[in-house]
């Protein structure tokens, strides 16, 4: 008798299985993961290193791991910010696994890591379908992109804890319409709460940091109606998960 297994339900049960135990073994020590997704050129790094920036001058003990097909070009922007920040590079995979960033992790993140950002791939179709251990996962998408971006991938924004956008300093020079794209947002994921930032301005700056701290001190984060398809789970992660493999489990010093 032959047995039809679906390679997509595998593929995706086994990085599950593995963000579970990422998510456990993080916990363990104190640490919490933002997994941030975008389409490429959405203002994602230019944002990032503003917060980062802020996170040190509050002393807040941060990392961030940036991911790009190839080149270390965001890995060299974040790092001005003064935290430790490591660069992968996926060799033309168009996102993160939960096992891939565990290897990554291993040596690297610092003990004292309170937050650990994961800016993934410039891709708002693969990373969507990937849980990497995160507590909150933010999708951005900048002004000039559209207002119909919620509508075309219903899964990223679906997903999502917090919708960023970005670049609003040149809202009103793309003709943006807010009211619409909050309109669209609500359709996907509805009760998700949408920021405004420039990176440029300044105007934000310190939320992303803020929506992190709490989520890292247990505050409940929103949860989306859409569901993972049936090899997993939605990212509520209002429930507890085992102490997974032996994964980074060290406790902070």
């Not at 916990?27 to 920036?53: D, H, M, Q």
Request: hydrophobic content about 45%.
């Amino acid at each position: 008798m032959c047995r039809v297994v679906d390679l997509k339900q595998a593929v995706l049960a086994k990085n599950d299985r593995a963000a579970d135990a990422l998510r456990a073994g993080l916990a363990a020590r104190g640490t919490t993961v933002v997994n941030l997704l975008s389409s490429p050129g959405s203002g994602k790094t230019a944002l990032l290193e503003r917060e980062l920036g802020l996170a040190r001058e509050r002393s807040v003990p941060v990392a961030a791991l940036t991911a790009d097909l190839a080149t270390e070009n965001d890995a060299a922007r974040l790092a001005r910010s003064g935290v430790p920040v490591k660069q992968i590079l996926t060799d033309g995979l168009c996102h993160l696994e939960a096992g891939m960033l565990a290897r990554h992790l291993e040596g690297w993140l610092p003990d004292a890591a309170r937050l650990l950002f994961v800016e993934n791939v410039g891709n708002l179709v693969c990373p969507a379908s990937y849980d990497l251990g995160e507590t909150l996962r933010v999708v951005l998408a900048s002004v000039t992109e559209g207002e119909d971006k919620p509508l075309k991938y219903p899964t990223a924004f679906g997903l999502a804890h917090l919708v960023v956008v970005t670049k609003t300093d040149i809202a009103e020079a793309v003709e943006f319409d807010e009211a619409e794209f909050r309109a669209n947002v609500e359709r996907v994921n509805p009760g998700v709460e949408v920021v405004l930032t420039s990176a440029r301005r300044g105007l934000g700056l310190g939320t992303l940091l803020d929506r992190a701290l709490a989520a890292a001190d247990g505050a409940p984060v929103h949860a989306p109606v859409m569901a993972r398809e049936p090899h997993g789970h939605g990212h509520g992660h209002t429930h507890d998960h085992a102490d997974g493999a032996g994964v980074l489990t060290q406790p902070h010093s």
